[in-house]
């Protein structure tokens, strides 16, 4: 996206932000005078039309009741980067719902992770101070549990989104999954591949104590495993010299994989590494899939180095959570959870899914984030 565009972008957030601030038009009786409706999403091939009609199917559910006001807390690891989607979504849904709320990044305290999940769980208990009724977070795990527990025991509903607290008492969580995932990534390589016997290289996690990461892995595994291929992992260094590690690694099991390799697979921002490696060995016509947006990712899809990415809808996880929290206070949770079934992955998660972005639909998928106010 060009200067002028970036400069839209931020000015429609705020001008979002701004929007969701207020509760709406009232009623003397502190009903709101006309019923939600939702600000028609631009129709594209990427649009997730599942979603919208889900939604579009709780707001019935919600309209058939009393509009009332209420006030909500988004609580963020972060605002921008991977988060400015959500940020963006979150704010247009409690605009249209006229809800009271804010989202609210991290309160600064602290560098590490059990300073931060502290300071976290301080911003959940000043929420509940303030008078939200239902709240919205991207947890830091488990550590935070206690903090969730003790809103939803004052009659606070919580939602989880991007990352989760499975030990908590919170009533839904709203992302990707990542064992859903990982089958999607290796499915669509799967697809480009030529019939096995052949090695596939996953550039991706193989660490235990990073659930998410070791399940998007062994999702992807187990699909090229099933087809017969033999597949080998190459843990991601996640340091500056990460690419020249990476791409050395991933370079030598091209060169002396038996049986050879015949696609490669990343399942993570850096997975535009999977490229580099196909250039340093010099074997350009694998087959290359990754994860993630990033500007290397999109330079390598352009030059046809990639043939898809799977970019996380973070927009669409920002969007839901406000309208959850709102359907949980208008109409309970198990009917918002009757009303979400097609989308959930189980009791209590609902797969916000993947975009699977070929190498040649690049700037169709730029154009329709433009078109929702949106970077990737």
Same mark, same amino acid.
């Given at each position: 996206?060009? &200067?002028?565009?970036?400069?839209? *972008?931020?000015?429609?957030?705020?001008?979002?932000?701004?929007?969701?601030?207020?509760?709406?038009?009232?009623?003397?009786?502190?009903?709101?005078? %006309?019923?939600?409706?939702?600000?028609?999403? !631009?129709?594209?091939?990427?649009?997730?039309?599942?979603?919208?009609?889900?939604?579009? =199917?709780?707001?019935?559910?919600?309209?058939?009741g009393a509009i009332e006001p209420m006030q909500m807390a988004i609580?963020?690891?972060?605002? $921008?980067?991977?988060?400015? !989607?959500?940020?963006?979504?979150?704010?247009? =849904?409690?605009?249209?719902?006229?809800?009271?709320?804010?989202?609210?990044? @991290?309160?600064?305290?602290?560098?590490?992770?059990?300073?931060?999940?502290?300071?976290?769980?301080?911003?959940?208990?000043?929420? *509940?101070?303030?008078?939200?009724?239902?709240?919205?977070?991207? @947890?830091?795990?488990?550590?935070? /549990? +206690?903090?969730?527990?003790?809103?939803? /025991?004052?009659?606070?509903?919580?939602?989880?989104?991007?990352?989760?607290?499975?030990?908590?008492?919170?009533?839904?969580?709203?992302?990707?999954?990542?064992? %859903? +995932?990982?089958?999607?990534?290796?499915?669509?390589?799967?697809?480009?591949?030529? !019939?096995?016997?052949?090695?596939?290289?996953?550039?991706?996690?193989?660490?235990?104590?990073?659930?998410?990461?070791?399940?998007?892995m062994l999702g992807a595994r187990r699909v090229l495993e099933d087809? #017969?291929?033999?597949?080998?992992?190459?843990?991601?260094?996640?340091? !500056?010299? $990460?690419?020249?590690?990476?791409?050395?690694?991933?370079?030598?099991?091209?060169?002396?994989?038996?049986?050879?390799?015949?696609?490669?697979?990343?399942?993570?921002?850096?997975?535009?590494?999977?490229?580099?490696?196909?250039? =340093?060995?010099?074997?350009?016509?694998?087959?290359? *899939?990754?994860?993630?947006?990033?500007?290397?990712?999109?330079?390598?899809? &352009?030059? $046809?180095?990639?043939?898809?990415?799977?970019?996380?809808?973070?927009?669409?996880? $920002?969007?839901?959570?406000?309208?959850?929290?709102?359907?949980?206070?208008?109409?309970?949770?198990?009917?918002?959870?009757?009303?979400?079934?097609? &989308?959930m992955f189980d009791e209590s998660r609902l797969n916000v899914g993947?975009?699977?972005?070929?190498? #040649?639909?690049?700037?169709?998928?730029?154009?329709?984030?433009?078109?929702?106010?949106?970077?990737?």
């Open positions: 996206m060009n &200067r002028t565009g970036r400069r839209w *972008v931020a000015a429609f957030g705020l001008a979002l932000m701004a929007g969701a601030c207020g509760s709406g038009d009232t009623t003397g009786e502190g009903e709101r005078a %006309s019923p939600i409706k939702r600000a028609p999403t !631009p129709e594209s091939e990427f649009t997730a039309k599942e979603i919208e009609a889900t939604l579009d =199917a709780l707001v019935a559910e919600i309209n058939e609580l963020l690891k972060e605002i $921008g980067g991977f988060f400015t !989607p959500i940020t963006t979504g979150a704010n247009r =849904a409690m605009g249209e719902l006229g809800v009271t709320g804010n989202v609210v990044g @991290p309160s600064g305290l602290g560098s590490d992770h059990q300073q931060r999940a502290e300071a976290q769980g301080e911003q959940i208990g000043q929420a *509940v101070a303030d008078g939200a009724e239902g709240i919205g977070v991207s @947890p830091f795990g488990d550590a935070i /549990a +206690a903090d969730i527990d003790e809103a939803v /025991a004052g009659g606070v509903p919580v939602v989880t989104l991007d990352t989760d607290a499975k030990g908590s008492k919170r009533s839904i969580y709203v992302g990707t999954i990542s064992e %859903s +995932a990982g089958v999607t990534a290796g499915e669509t390589l799967l697809a480009l591949l030529p !019939p096995a016997p052949g090695t596939v290289v996953i550039h991706g996690a193989d660490d235990p104590s990073w659930v998410d990461g070791m399940n998007r087809a #017969d291929y033999t597949v080998v992992v190459r843990p991601i260094t996640w340091s !500056p010299q $990460g690419d020249v590690a990476d791409v050395e690694a991933m370079k030598a099991h091209i060169e002396t994989a038996d049986p050879p390799v015949v696609g490669l697979l990343g399942l993570h921002n850096v997975s535009y590494r999977c490229a580099m490696a196909t250039e =340093a060995a010099g074997a350009t016509d694998l087959p290359v *899939v990754t994860f993630d947006f990033e500007p290397k990712t999109v330079e390598y899809m &352009r030059q $046809g180095l990639i043939q898809a990415t799977h970019t996380q809808r973070q927009y669409y996880a $920002g969007y839901l959570v406000p309208y959850i929290l709102y359907g949980i206070k208008s109409i309970g949770l198990d009917a918002t959870k009757a009303i979400l079934a097609p &989308r993947l975009d699977v972005v070929p190498w #040649d639909k690049v700037d169709e998928y730029i154009a329709f984030l433009d078109s929702i106010g949106v970077t990737q």
